[in-house]
């Protein structure tokens, strides 16, 4: 069994999440500037020639961003499988399949985990 240190679990998840809500953040910040970019690129009578290698770049770009994103989410399931299988197992953090403690809090008290 492997042996974390509860905080520092928490706050690999804190990070975590805040690390997803940020590729999520550029994915959107992205998606309208590539719908401005085509906007834009209409009204203004840009040839399609130059806007096109524009819109594949940015377009590839945002590719990448959901591509790493994927192995964001990839690295969270292998966390979650080791802390199931560590001292921590007991210990909400706040993953996508969080404990049945109905108190909502980061750790179970032993009568509960014992239930």
Known sequence: M?????????VIADDVRATLASVDGALTHGARLLG???ETAQASRIPVTES???????TSGLSNVVRGRS???DAVK??????RNSNLQTVDVGCDNPLPDKSRTFFTTARVAAE
């Open 2 to 10: 492997k042996t974390f240190n509860a905080g520092a679990a928490i």
């Open 36 to 38: 401005a970019m085509v």
């Open 52 to 58: 096109q290698l524009v819109l594949e770049s940015v």
């Open 71 to 73: 192995d964001m989410v």
């Open 78 to 83: 292998r966390m979650t499988v080791m802390k």
